[in-house]
DNA sequence: CCTAATAAGATATAAATTGTCTTTTTAGGG
DNA sequence: CCCTAAAAAGACAATTTATATCTTATTAGG
Protein backbone atom coordinates (compact mmCIF):
# COMPACT_ATOMS: atom_id res chain seq x y z
CA UNK A 1 0.00 0.00 0.00
CA UNK A 2 0.81 3.51 -0.52
CA UNK A 3 3.83 3.16 -2.66
CA UNK A 4 4.83 5.84 -4.79
CA UNK A 5 5.72 4.78 -8.48
CA UNK A 6 9.19 4.82 -10.22
CA UNK A 7 7.77 7.31 -12.25
CA UNK A 8 7.13 10.22 -9.21
CA UNK A 9 10.99 8.88 -7.68
CA UNK A 10 11.94 9.62 -11.18
CA UNK A 11 10.54 12.67 -11.10
CA UNK A 12 11.82 14.07 -8.12
CA UNK A 13 15.43 13.36 -8.66
CA UNK A 14 15.15 14.86 -12.11
CA UNK A 15 13.30 18.11 -10.47
CA UNK A 16 15.50 18.48 -7.37
CA UNK A 17 18.73 17.72 -10.00
CA UNK A 18 17.71 21.22 -11.62
CA UNK A 19 17.10 22.65 -8.78
CA UNK A 20 20.46 22.37 -7.28
CA UNK A 21 21.50 23.82 -10.38
CA UNK A 22 21.92 27.44 -11.76
CA UNK A 23 18.31 28.11 -12.54
CA UNK A 24 18.85 30.45 -15.39
CA UNK A 25 20.54 28.06 -17.84
CA UNK A 26 19.02 25.50 -19.94
CA UNK A 27 20.19 21.49 -19.31
CA UNK A 28 19.89 18.72 -21.98
CA UNK A 29 17.72 16.24 -20.91
CA UNK A 30 20.06 13.20 -21.50
CA UNK A 31 22.46 15.01 -19.14
CA UNK A 32 19.90 15.34 -16.61
CA UNK A 33 18.58 11.48 -17.17
CA UNK A 34 21.90 10.21 -16.38
CA UNK A 35 22.96 12.58 -13.83
CA UNK A 36 20.26 10.99 -11.81
CA UNK A 37 20.20 7.58 -13.46
CA UNK A 38 16.74 7.89 -15.35
CA UNK A 39 16.37 5.91 -18.28
CA UNK A 40 16.14 8.80 -20.78
CA UNK A 41 13.20 8.39 -23.01
CA UNK A 42 10.97 7.75 -19.58
CA UNK A 43 12.38 11.40 -18.33
CA UNK A 44 11.89 13.03 -21.55
CA UNK A 45 7.92 12.24 -21.14
CA UNK A 46 7.76 13.37 -17.54
CA UNK A 47 9.31 16.42 -18.06
CA UNK A 48 6.79 16.96 -21.02
CA UNK A 49 4.26 16.88 -18.70
CA UNK A 50 5.95 19.42 -16.19
CA UNK A 51 6.65 21.69 -19.04
CA UNK A 52 2.59 21.78 -19.37
CA UNK A 53 2.32 22.33 -16.17
CA UNK A 54 5.10 25.16 -16.05
CA UNK A 55 7.17 23.38 -13.55
CA UNK A 56 9.61 23.25 -15.86
CA UNK A 57 10.61 25.22 -19.20
CA UNK A 58 11.59 23.31 -22.44
CA UNK A 59 13.23 24.72 -25.32
CA UNK A 60 13.92 22.89 -28.53
CA UNK A 61 16.56 22.74 -31.35
CA UNK A 62 20.24 23.25 -31.12
CA UNK A 63 21.26 24.83 -27.88
CA UNK A 64 17.86 23.93 -25.98
CA UNK A 65 16.95 22.10 -23.41
CA UNK A 66 14.81 21.81 -20.04
CA UNK A 67 15.29 24.84 -17.17
CA UNK A 68 12.89 25.26 -13.75
CA UNK A 69 9.78 26.98 -14.61
CA UNK A 70 9.77 28.19 -10.85
CA UNK A 71 12.25 29.05 -7.92
CA UNK A 72 12.87 26.48 -6.43
CA UNK A 73 11.66 27.66 -3.14
CA UNK A 74 8.56 27.92 -4.62
CA UNK A 75 7.55 24.47 -5.86
CA UNK A 76 6.90 21.94 -3.29
CA UNK A 77 7.50 18.13 -2.85
CA UNK A 78 3.71 17.74 -2.90
CA UNK A 79 3.49 20.12 -6.62
CA UNK A 80 5.55 18.11 -8.15
CA UNK A 81 4.15 14.19 -7.09
CA UNK A 82 0.68 15.62 -7.46
CA UNK A 83 1.81 16.74 -11.05
CA UNK A 84 3.08 13.07 -12.05
CA UNK A 85 0.29 10.87 -9.91
CA UNK A 86 -2.59 13.32 -9.65
CA UNK A 87 -4.25 13.79 -6.43
CA UNK A 88 -3.21 11.53 -2.96
CA UNK A 89 -5.76 9.62 -2.29
CA UNK A 90 -5.27 6.99 0.74
CA UNK A 91 -8.63 5.68 -1.13
CA UNK A 92 -11.04 6.19 -3.98
CA UNK A 93 -13.84 7.15 -1.60
CA UNK A 94 -11.39 9.99 -0.33
CA UNK A 95 -11.98 11.68 -4.10
CA UNK A 96 -15.13 10.89 -4.95
CA UNK A 97 -17.38 9.47 -2.09
CA UNK A 98 -20.22 8.42 -4.67
CA UNK A 99 -17.89 5.93 -5.63
CA UNK A 100 -18.94 4.00 -2.58
CA UNK A 101 -22.47 3.73 -1.44
CA UNK A 102 -21.17 3.17 2.26
CA UNK A 103 -19.23 6.28 2.63
CA UNK A 104 -22.22 7.88 4.00
CA UNK A 105 -22.33 5.66 6.89
CA UNK A 106 -18.52 4.02 6.83
CA UNK A 107 -16.49 5.01 10.02
CA UNK A 108 -13.55 4.58 8.05
CA UNK A 109 -14.04 6.77 5.48
CA UNK A 110 -13.02 9.95 7.54
CA UNK A 111 -9.83 8.17 8.88
CA UNK A 112 -8.41 8.37 5.11
CA UNK A 113 -9.23 11.77 5.25
CA UNK A 114 -7.02 12.27 7.51
CA UNK A 115 -3.88 10.29 5.92
CA UNK A 116 -4.61 12.27 3.16
CA UNK A 117 -4.56 15.40 4.91
CA UNK A 118 -1.22 14.12 7.24
CA UNK A 119 0.97 13.30 3.63
CA UNK A 120 -0.02 16.57 2.22
CA UNK A 121 1.07 18.15 5.20
CA UNK A 122 4.29 16.61 5.14
CA UNK A 123 4.97 16.93 0.92
CA UNK A 124 3.57 20.37 1.13
CA UNK A 125 6.48 21.34 4.08
CA UNK A 126 9.01 20.80 1.83
CA UNK A 127 10.65 22.39 -1.17
CA UNK A 128 12.95 22.16 -3.57
CA UNK A 129 14.77 24.22 -2.45
CA UNK A 130 14.94 21.90 1.29
CA UNK A 131 15.79 19.32 -1.39
CA UNK A 132 18.78 20.44 -3.49
CA UNK A 133 22.15 19.36 -2.83
CA UNK A 134 24.43 22.13 -3.13
CA UNK A 135 28.12 21.29 -3.36
CA UNK B 1 0.12 7.72 -5.28
CA UNK B 2 -0.66 6.10 -1.98
CA UNK B 3 -4.28 4.19 -3.02
CA UNK B 4 -5.39 1.81 -1.20
CA UNK B 5 -6.16 -1.94 -3.18
CA UNK B 6 -9.46 -2.91 -2.97
CA UNK B 7 -8.13 -6.06 -1.01
CA UNK B 8 -7.77 -4.10 1.82
CA UNK B 9 -10.84 -1.82 1.94
CA UNK B 10 -12.81 -5.59 1.20
CA UNK B 11 -11.00 -6.24 4.42
CA UNK B 12 -11.13 -3.70 6.85
CA UNK B 13 -15.06 -4.20 5.85
CA UNK B 14 -14.85 -7.76 6.55
CA UNK B 15 -13.00 -7.30 9.71
CA UNK B 16 -14.87 -3.96 11.05
CA UNK B 17 -18.11 -5.86 10.85
CA UNK B 18 -16.94 -8.11 12.55
CA UNK B 19 -15.82 -6.04 15.52
CA UNK B 20 -19.37 -4.89 15.40
CA UNK B 21 -21.17 -7.98 16.16
CA UNK B 22 -20.70 -10.31 19.27
CA UNK B 23 -17.43 -11.25 19.75
CA UNK B 24 -18.10 -14.68 21.04
CA UNK B 25 -20.20 -15.70 17.90
CA UNK B 26 -19.05 -16.85 14.82
CA UNK B 27 -20.32 -15.66 11.67
CA UNK B 28 -20.80 -17.70 8.19
CA UNK B 29 -18.48 -16.07 5.43
CA UNK B 30 -21.09 -15.81 3.00
CA UNK B 31 -23.30 -13.56 5.46
CA UNK B 32 -20.06 -11.17 6.33
CA UNK B 33 -19.57 -10.76 2.24
CA UNK B 34 -23.42 -9.98 1.96
CA UNK B 35 -23.41 -7.59 4.29
CA UNK B 36 -20.42 -5.59 3.38
CA UNK B 37 -20.38 -6.12 -0.22
CA UNK B 38 -17.49 -7.95 -1.04
CA UNK B 39 -17.48 -10.77 -3.75
CA UNK B 40 -17.32 -13.78 -1.20
CA UNK B 41 -14.58 -15.72 -2.60
CA UNK B 42 -12.38 -12.98 -2.03
CA UNK B 43 -13.56 -12.42 1.50
CA UNK B 44 -12.82 -15.54 1.94
CA UNK B 45 -9.35 -15.48 0.91
CA UNK B 46 -8.49 -12.31 2.84
CA UNK B 47 -9.89 -14.12 6.06
CA UNK B 48 -7.61 -17.10 5.23
CA UNK B 49 -4.86 -14.95 5.55
CA UNK B 50 -6.56 -12.81 8.69
CA UNK B 51 -7.18 -16.31 10.32
CA UNK B 52 -3.33 -17.22 10.08
CA UNK B 53 -2.16 -13.64 11.96
CA UNK B 54 -5.02 -14.46 14.59
CA UNK B 55 -6.70 -11.46 13.41
CA UNK B 56 -9.57 -13.79 13.14
CA UNK B 57 -10.36 -17.36 13.93
CA UNK B 58 -12.24 -19.48 11.73
CA UNK B 59 -14.20 -23.09 12.57
CA UNK B 60 -14.69 -25.37 9.76
CA UNK B 61 -17.60 -27.86 9.03
CA UNK B 62 -20.93 -27.49 9.90
CA UNK B 63 -21.60 -24.41 12.34
CA UNK B 64 -18.09 -22.85 11.39
CA UNK B 65 -17.53 -19.42 10.38
CA UNK B 66 -15.33 -16.56 11.67
CA UNK B 67 -14.85 -14.79 14.36
CA UNK B 68 -12.18 -11.93 15.59
CA UNK B 69 -9.34 -13.68 16.93
CA UNK B 70 -8.59 -10.37 19.78
CA UNK B 71 -10.89 -7.90 21.19
CA UNK B 72 -11.83 -4.92 19.13
CA UNK B 73 -10.08 -2.56 21.12
CA UNK B 74 -6.94 -4.10 20.71
CA UNK B 75 -6.97 -4.04 17.18
CA UNK B 76 -5.33 -1.29 15.33
CA UNK B 77 -6.58 0.01 11.69
CA UNK B 78 -2.51 0.05 10.97
CA UNK B 79 -1.93 -4.08 11.82
CA UNK B 80 -5.25 -4.69 9.66
CA UNK B 81 -3.62 -2.55 6.71
CA UNK B 82 0.04 -4.19 7.12
CA UNK B 83 -1.89 -8.01 7.61
CA UNK B 84 -3.06 -7.76 4.33
CA UNK B 85 -0.74 -5.59 1.96
CA UNK B 86 2.61 -5.93 4.39
CA UNK B 87 4.24 -3.01 5.43
CA UNK B 88 3.35 1.04 4.68
CA UNK B 89 6.14 2.16 2.45
CA UNK B 90 6.03 5.40 0.39
CA UNK B 91 8.76 4.60 -1.26
CA UNK B 92 11.01 1.35 -1.67
CA UNK B 93 13.70 3.12 -0.11
CA UNK B 94 12.35 3.44 2.81
CA UNK B 95 12.23 -0.54 3.47
CA UNK B 96 15.19 -1.27 1.98
CA UNK B 97 17.85 1.60 1.24
CA UNK B 98 19.82 -0.23 -0.27
CA UNK B 99 18.24 -0.44 -3.23
CA UNK B 100 18.80 2.31 -4.76
CA UNK B 101 22.41 3.33 -4.86
CA UNK B 102 21.16 7.22 -3.92
CA UNK B 103 19.71 6.67 -0.22
CA UNK B 104 22.71 7.21 1.52
CA UNK B 105 22.98 11.20 -0.47
CA UNK B 106 19.19 11.14 -0.75
CA UNK B 107 17.74 14.61 0.41
CA UNK B 108 14.17 12.72 0.07
CA UNK B 109 14.86 9.75 1.47
CA UNK B 110 14.13 11.45 5.26
CA UNK B 111 10.90 13.07 3.55
CA UNK B 112 9.31 9.21 3.16
CA UNK B 113 10.30 8.47 6.16
CA UNK B 114 8.43 11.10 8.02
CA UNK B 115 5.40 10.25 5.46
CA UNK B 116 5.52 6.88 6.16
CA UNK B 117 5.62 7.83 10.13
CA UNK B 118 2.72 10.30 9.61
CA UNK B 119 0.47 7.37 8.33
CA UNK B 120 1.41 4.97 10.52
CA UNK B 121 0.69 7.27 13.57
CA UNK B 122 -2.95 7.69 12.32
CA UNK B 123 -3.46 4.14 11.68
CA UNK B 124 -2.35 3.02 14.71
CA UNK B 125 -4.55 5.15 16.41
CA UNK B 126 -7.65 3.90 15.47
CA UNK B 127 -8.83 0.69 16.98
CA UNK B 128 -11.84 -1.80 15.84
CA UNK B 129 -13.57 -0.66 18.47
CA UNK B 130 -13.69 3.17 17.24
CA UNK B 131 -14.64 1.80 14.01
CA UNK B 132 -17.47 -0.89 15.00
CA UNK B 133 -20.77 0.53 14.32
CA UNK B 134 -23.33 0.13 16.70
CA UNK B 135 -26.74 0.10 16.63
C1' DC C 1 -21.21 -41.40 6.10
C1' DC C 2 -23.48 -37.08 4.60
C1' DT C 3 -23.52 -32.39 4.62
C1' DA C 4 -21.83 -27.87 5.75
C1' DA C 5 -18.32 -25.07 5.99
C1' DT C 6 -13.41 -23.23 5.55
C1' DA C 7 -8.39 -24.10 3.35
C1' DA C 8 -5.50 -24.29 -0.32
C1' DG C 9 -3.99 -23.91 -4.78
C1' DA C 10 -4.51 -23.17 -9.69
C1' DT C 11 -6.20 -20.33 -13.06
C1' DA C 12 -8.04 -16.12 -15.63
C1' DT C 13 -8.81 -11.38 -16.88
C1' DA C 14 -8.03 -6.63 -16.66
C1' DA C 15 -5.42 -2.77 -15.46
C1' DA C 16 -1.37 -0.28 -14.25
C1' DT C 17 3.48 0.16 -14.49
C1' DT C 18 7.58 0.78 -16.88
C1' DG C 19 9.37 1.52 -20.34
C1' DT C 20 10.81 1.86 -25.98
C1' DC C 21 10.35 3.39 -30.83
C1' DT C 22 9.09 6.28 -34.56
C1' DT C 23 7.77 10.44 -36.47
C1' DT C 24 7.11 15.31 -36.02
C1' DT C 25 8.12 19.90 -34.74
C1' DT C 26 11.12 23.59 -33.50
C1' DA C 27 15.29 26.23 -33.46
C1' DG C 28 20.11 27.59 -34.43
C1' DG C 29 24.06 27.98 -37.38
C1' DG C 30 26.59 27.86 -41.52
C1' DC D 1 18.09 27.56 -47.41
C1' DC D 2 19.62 23.39 -45.65
C1' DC D 3 21.56 20.54 -41.81
C1' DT D 4 21.72 19.22 -37.38
C1' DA D 5 20.36 19.25 -32.55
C1' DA D 6 17.01 18.93 -29.53
C1' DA D 7 12.32 18.30 -27.43
C1' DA D 8 7.09 16.88 -28.45
C1' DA D 9 3.84 13.62 -29.48
C1' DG D 10 1.91 9.39 -30.04
C1' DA D 11 1.94 4.45 -30.82
C1' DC D 12 3.48 0.25 -29.10
C1' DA D 13 5.14 -3.58 -25.96
C1' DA D 14 6.60 -6.26 -21.87
C1' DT D 15 6.07 -7.06 -17.19
C1' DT D 16 3.85 -6.83 -12.95
C1' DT D 17 -0.05 -6.11 -9.93
C1' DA D 18 -4.81 -6.22 -8.90
C1' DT D 19 -9.01 -8.53 -8.85
C1' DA D 20 -11.02 -11.90 -8.79
C1' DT D 21 -13.02 -17.22 -9.80
C1' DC D 22 -12.89 -22.27 -9.83
C1' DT D 23 -11.71 -26.71 -8.27
C1' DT D 24 -10.31 -29.86 -4.98
C1' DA D 25 -9.13 -30.91 -0.32
C1' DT D 26 -9.81 -30.80 4.55
C1' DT D 27 -12.39 -30.52 8.77
C1' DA D 28 -16.26 -31.01 11.86
C1' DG D 29 -21.11 -32.06 13.33
C1' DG D 30 -25.05 -34.75 13.37
S1 LIG E 1 -16.13 1.27 2.72
FE1 LIG E 1 -15.68 3.21 3.72
S2 LIG E 1 -13.48 3.46 3.51
FE2 LIG E 1 -14.06 1.85 2.07
S3 LIG E 1 -14.41 2.97 0.16
FE3 LIG E 1 -16.39 2.84 1.16
S4 LIG E 1 -16.52 4.73 2.32
FE4 LIG E 1 -14.39 4.51 1.76
S1 LIG F 1 16.29 8.55 -5.03
FE1 LIG F 1 16.07 8.99 -2.84
S2 LIG F 1 13.87 8.86 -2.48
FE2 LIG F 1 14.22 7.89 -4.47
S3 LIG F 1 14.45 5.72 -3.98
FE3 LIG F 1 16.53 6.59 -3.99
S4 LIG F 1 16.87 7.16 -1.85
FE4 LIG F 1 14.68 6.84 -2.04
Redesign the pocket.
Known amino acids: ?M????????AIRGIVYLAGKPVDK???????AAAVD?????L??I???F??MGL?K?????????MLGRLPETITLLEVVEAV?GPIIPNRCVATPSDCDRSGICTVHPVWIRVQEEVRRVLAGVTLKDLATKE
Open positions: MELTRKSDYVYLLSDIVPPTFAKFQQSKVSFRGTGGGFE
